[in-house]
């Protein structure tokens, strides 16, 4: 398991890379807008493309 990434609070808790304390111990994580593009308005347009089921 990688160690925690620092500063990322994370709530999928069905995600394998999810650890208790809202950690996320991928290696690195990538974050689009939904739909494409490069421009969010809102927090909920946003989401982890790292996530895997786990
Ligand atoms: S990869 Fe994304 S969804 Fe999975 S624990 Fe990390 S931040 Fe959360």
């Not at 990688?2 to 994580?29: D, M, Q």
């Not at 593009?37 to 790292?50: F, I, L, M, V």
Request: with cysteine; glycine share 10%; aromatic share 8%.
């Amino acid at each position: 398991m990688n160690r925690p990434l620092e500063g990322v609070k994370c709530s999928v808790k069905n995600c394998k890379f999810w650890n208790e304390g809202y950690l996320c111990t991928a290696s690195a994580i990538e974050v689009n807008v939904d739909g494409g593009g490069q421009s969010a308005s809102r927090s909920p347009e946003t989401n982890c493309h790292t996530f895997q089921p786990s």
